[in-house]
């Protein structure tokens, strides 16, 4: 019975920690999705066009077709979608002082389930 006992502790210590890996990989995907969120907000207000944006969107989804081993299809999409976003013209060619403002200001996403 005692071993029994410690069979279901390892069992729920595993788990344990099976929980927590799985919390902190949805934390990074948050932050990457809050990250592109931002991006996408700053873009609507400098009034990207939708051409370009699907331009962007599209050359995402094709350099992320096929995922890389090991590595998280979904946060791989976000974080390249990121950096595609980063690099548009619109960003780059933004004033340094308009930057930093966008960049102060809370952010007025909210994401409702």
Not at 2 to 17: A, D, P, V, Y
Not at 61 to 75: N, V, Y
Not at 101 to 110: G, T
Request: glycine letters at 2%; a negative charge.
């Amino acid at each position: 019975e005692l071993q029994q006992k410690l069979e279901e502790t390892e069992l729920l210590k595993m788990e344990l920690q099976m929980l927590e890996t799985e919390r902190v990989r949805l934390s990074l995907v948050e932050e990457k999705l809050m990250d592109v969120l931002q991006l996408l907000q700053q873009l609507r207000d400098l009034n990207i066009s939708k051409r370009a944006l699907g331009k962007i969107l599209l050359s995402t989804l094709e350099s992320c077709w096929d995922p890389q081993p090991g590595k998280a299809h979904l946060f791989e999409v976000l974080d390249t979608l990121y950096h595609k976003l980063t690099a548009c013209d619109l960003l780059q060619s933004q004033p340094l002082e308009k930057a930093q403002s966008c960049q102060s200001l809370a952010n007025p996403l909210v994401i409702s389930c």
